[in-house]
């Protein structure tokens, strides 16, 4: 696709800090590259803003490439944008058309509230880490390769899982601002691996605890995180962790936590 | 109680639900069939032995209450999630029968009390507890209690006329009702009977679109079977064997 320029008018949701109300406010934006990134855009804006001696829009960025989670912005409803697999970093100007209205939100929902901006404190989702996200066991140096063999499905499956960069995207698009989705991702990864098995059953069950001690929603099966997540971290992870969350219910109350 | 705890709750109470509609929809069915057949069901459900059907009634019950008051809870704690809502919130799968449940649901219960006040309780119209018919020593009354009751004719209560007086054209609006729940029956278990292998942890990747097939089909057949017998009532199939005699 030839590189073209366009204009944007955006609708972006400004707030001074977490105590105070927020509101919208409508920027144009003329002479945008289809080749630039959305970030990028929203940086051409700062510049503009700056110039006209205004405050910048404050958002969260880092590594711009996709891998580290950071950017959170909801776009036309939709967090990191309307394409499928990608996080608003790597979401292109392209996607758009010269003249399009742009809506601009943080993140809502209740353990995530708005620090600046679209700036949320995202906070909670490690204290779901710290419940039960890491293993417990002195590894030592790295071992050889085949001393623990572990399958390929299983080795797959848990990649998978893996993926999740932490975004919070799932909570966001959820009508039901649940953390299912991430909170299964990272009980998955773990208690697929062999390494990850003696703490399998008090995993499922304080990372569960953390979530649900954070504020989030519960799941209702809808699948929206699904197809919002920009790894693509699948449904079957939730019910994974559905059922290792019920076996260790049921293994606790006979007092035999794994 | 968890969140996890509480989809438990909601998904076994509706599977036992999901359990009762479908039996409860077959044995409706019998109604295109000779009045006998439905009113020896009906006379052999009333005298089941050992009060097996009150025990079936408080599981029932209490499998409605469970189910509705974690709604409710469920419900509340998602709306708290998120005190402030999106101005543009797309919609970028969810199907339209699993972002209603909430709405199907709150309608089902208001349809589960009248259906029980109309054919149950009959207070809405007191003069179906006066339809009697007798039956010919059929079936296999003889041996529900285990001995042998000579059985020449017994007087029973003449459901068939009851659902045919319930369903006729006289009271259009009270099918019209039925048929709408049963429409809304259908669509909280298109979601519901998917839904419910999520929450249990029984479900993957390839079962998912599976049993989202299974969950529209049986979703589908239930409110067919069900929504049958107004259907016909509104077209005059079902005719009753006995009059309705005013009461005063
Ligand atoms: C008493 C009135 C009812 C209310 C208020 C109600 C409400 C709800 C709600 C809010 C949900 C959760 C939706 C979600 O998680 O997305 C649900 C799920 C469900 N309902 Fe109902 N419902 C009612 C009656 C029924 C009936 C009569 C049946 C079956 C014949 C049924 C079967 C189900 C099933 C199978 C589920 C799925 C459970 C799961 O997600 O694990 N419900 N209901
Ligand atoms: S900035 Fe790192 S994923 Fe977008």
Same mark, same amino acid.
């Given at each position: 696709?030839?590189?073209?320029?366009?204009s944007?008018?955006?609708?972006v949701?400004?707030?001074?800090n977490?105590?105070?109300?927020?509101?919208?406010e409508?920027?144009?934006v003329?002479? &945008?590259?289809?080749?630039?990134?959305?970030?990028e855009m929203?940086? !051409?804006?700062?510049? #503009?803003?700056?110039?006209?001696?205004?405050?910048? @829009?404050a958002?969260d960025?880092?590594? %711009?490439?996709?891998?580290c989670?950071?950017?959170?912005?909801?776009?036309?409803?939709?967090?990191?944008?309307?394409?499928?697999?990608?996080t608003?970093?790597? !979401?292109?100007?392209?996607?758009?058309?010269d003249?399009?209205?742009?809506?601009i939100e943080?993140? %809502?929902?209740?353990?995530?509230?708005?620090?600046?901006?679209?700036?949320?404190?995202r906070e909670? +989702?490690?204290? @779901?880490?710290?419940?039960?996200g890491?293993?417990?066991?002195?590894?030592?140096?790295? #071992?050889d390769?085949?001393?623990?063999?572990?399958?390929?499905? @299983?080795?797959?499956k848990? +990649?998978?899982?893996?993926s999740? @960069?932490?975004?919070g995207?799932?909570?966001? &698009?959820?009508?039901?601002?649940?953390a299912?989705?991430?909170?299964?991702a990272?009980v998955?990864?773990?208690?697929?691996?062999?390494?990850?098995?003696?703490?399998?059953? %008090? %995993?499922?069950?304080?990372?569960?605890?953390?979530?649900d001690?954070?504020?989030?929603?519960?799941?209702?099966?809808?699948?929206?995180?699904?197809?919002a997540?920009?790894?693509?971290?699948?449904?079957?992870?939730?019910?994974?962790m559905?059922?290792?969350?019920?076996?260790?219910?049921?293994?606790?109350f006979?007092?035999?936590?794994? | =109680?968890?969140?996890?705890?509480?989809?438990?709750?909601m998904?076994?109470?509706?599977l036992?639900?999901?359990?009762?509609?479908?039996?409860?929809m077959v044995?409706n069915?019998?109604?295109?069939?000779?009045?006998?057949? $439905?009113?020896?069901?009906?006379y052999?459900?009333?005298?089941?032995?050992?009060?097996?059907l009150?025990?079936?009634? $408080?599981?029932?019950?209490?499998?409605v209450v469970?189910?509705?008051?974690?709604?409710?809870?469920?419900?509340?704690e998602?709306y708290?999630?998120?005190?402030?809502?999106?101005?543009?919130?797309?919609?970028?799968?969810?199907?339209?029968?699993?972002?209603t449940?909430?709405?199907s649901?709150?309608?089902?219960?208001?349809?589960?009390v009248?259906h029980? =006040?109309h054919f149950t309780?009959?207070?809405?119209?007191?003069?179906?507890?006066?339809?009697?018919?007798?039956?010919?020593?059929?079936?296999?009354?003889h041996?529900?209690?285990?001995k042998?009751?000579p059985?020449?004719r017994?007087?029973?209560?003449?459901?068939?006329?009851m659902?045919?007086?319930?369903?006729?054209l006289?009271?259009?609006?009270?099918?019209?009702?039925y048929?709408?729940?049963?429409?809304?029956?259908c669509?909280?278990?298109?979601?519901? $009977?998917?839904?419910?292998?999520?929450?249990?942890?029984?479900?993957?990747d390839?079962w998912?679109?599976?049993?989202?097939?299974?969950a529209?089909a049986?979703?589908?057949?239930?409110f067919?079977?069900?929504?049958?017998?107004?259907?016909?009532?509104?077209?005059?199939?079902?005719e009753?064997?006995?009059?309705?005699i005013?009461?005063?």
């Amino acid at each position: 696709m030839s590189e073209r320029n366009i204009s944007v008018t955006l609708k972006v949701w400004r707030q001074k800090n977490a105590s105070v109300p927020g509101a919208f406010e409508i920027y144009k934006v003329d002479s &945008v590259s289809t080749s630039s990134s959305f970030l990028e855009m929203m940086d !051409l804006l700062n510049e #503009q803003l700056i110039e006209e001696d205004k405050d910048p @829009i404050a958002f969260d960025h880092d590594c %711009r490439e996709g891998i580290c989670g950071t950017c959170s912005m909801v776009i036309d409803g939709i967090p990191h944008g309307k394409k499928a697999l990608q996080t608003t970093c790597q !979401l292109h100007m392209r996607s758009f058309n010269d003249g399009d209205n742009i809506t601009i939100e943080p993140y %809502r929902s209740k353990p995530f509230p708005v620090m600046r901006d679209l700036i949320v404190d995202r906070e909670p +989702m490690d204290a @779901i880490m710290q419940a039960g996200g890491f293993v417990d066991q002195r590894i030592g140096a790295a #071992q050889d390769a085949n001393a623990l063999p572990i399958s390929k499905e @299983i080795a797959d499956k848990s +990649m998978d899982a893996a993926s999740c @960069i932490g975004c919070g995207a799932c909570v966001a &698009v959820c009508p039901n601002a649940s953390a299912m989705l991430l909170t299964s991702a990272k009980v998955g990864q773990l208690n697929l691996l062999p390494q990850g098995k003696p703490e399998k059953d %008090r %995993r499922a069950l304080n990372m569960v605890r953390a979530m649900d001690g954070a504020g989030f929603g519960n799941c209702t099966n809808i699948g929206e995180c699904e197809a919002a997540c920009p790894k693509g971290v699948s449904l079957d992870f939730i019910a994974k962790m559905n059922r290792d969350y019920a076996v260790a219910s049921a293994k606790e109350f006979f007092g035999v936590v794994g | =109680m968890s969140s996890l705890g509480k989809k438990y709750i909601m998904a076994l109470s509706g599977l036992a639900l999901v359990g009762f509609a479908c039996g409860h929809m077959v044995g409706n069915l019998q109604m295109f069939l000779h009045p006998d057949w $439905i009113n020896e069901y009906a006379y052999k459900l009333q005298h089941l032995p050992y009060g097996l059907l009150w025990v079936v009634r $408080i599981v029932m019950l209490t499998c409605v209450v469970a189910h509705m008051v974690t709604a409710v809870m469920l419900v509340i704690e998602n709306y708290k999630a998120r005190p402030e809502k999106y101005v543009a919130k797309a919609n970028l799968q969810a199907s339209f029968a699993s972002r209603t449940m909430k709405y199907s649901g709150v309608i089902l219960l208001a349809f589960i009390v009248f259906h029980i =006040m109309h054919f149950t309780v009959q207070n809405i119209h007191p003069e179906f507890l006066h339809l009697e018919t007798t039956l010919e020593g059929v079936g296999t009354i003889h041996h529900v209690y285990d001995k042998l009751l000579p059985l020449d004719r017994t007087t029973v209560h003449d459901v068939y006329s009851m659902v045919a007086h319930g369903f006729s054209l006289k009271f259009w609006y009270v099918s019209v009702f039925y048929i709408i729940s049963m429409g809304l029956l259908c669509f909280h278990l298109m979601h519901g $009977i998917s839904s419910m292998f999520q929450s249990l942890g029984l479900r993957n990747d390839l079962w998912r679109k599976r049993l989202d097939r299974v969950a529209l089909a049986a979703a589908v057949f239930v409110f067919i079977g069900f929504a049958s017998l107004p259907l016909a009532g509104l077209l005059g199939i079902i005719e009753p064997i006995t009059p309705l005699i005013a009461s005063h």
